[in-house]
């Protein structure tokens, strides 16, 4: 059975920075792409990064703002979030899918196995 935990979240000014990680079990880590999503309420669920293989993929509202890398050895994927935003502000689901290329598996519908997220809000 596949379980993806994160953890992380909390509250923060804008401009601050968090770490978001997920740990993975379960699963061959490295025959998966990793990823995260967010979502904000009364909107849907929205990619916003993923990692496979060394390449990454980012949605442009957080290109050169956030960092997702990944540890193989550890099963675990982190997202560095610098000069965070109030609409930054969501719930960050870690998921992983078999995918190969990262850059065609952008819409929650694709991907296979979901954390149960974690709470971030960006607030002065």
């Known amino acids: 059975q596949v379980q993806l935990v994160e953890s992380g979240g909390g509250l923060v000014q804008p401009g601050d920075s968090l770490r978001l990680s997920c740990t993975a079990s379960?699963?061959?880590?490295?025959?998966?792409?990793m990823g995260w999503f967010r979502q904000a309420p009364g909107k849907e669920r929205e990619f916003v990064a993923a990692?496979?293989?060394?390449?990454?993929y980012y949605a442009d509202s957080v290109k050169g703002r956030f960092t997702i890398s990944r540890d193989n050895a550890k099963s675990t994927v982190d997202l560095q979030m610098n000069s965070l935003k109030p609409e930054d502000t969501a719930v960050y689901y870690c998921?992983?899918?078999?995918?190969?290329?990262?850059?065609?598996?952008?819409?929650?519908?694709?991907?296979?196995?979901w954390g149960q997220g974690t709470q971030v809000t960006v607030s002065s």
């Open positions: 990692v496979r293989m060394g390449r990454t």
């Open positions: 379960g699963l061959i880590f490295t025959n998966y792409a």
């Open positions: 998921a992983a899918d078999r995918s190969l290329i990262v850059s065609t598996i952008t819409t929650a519908r694709q991907w296979d196995h």
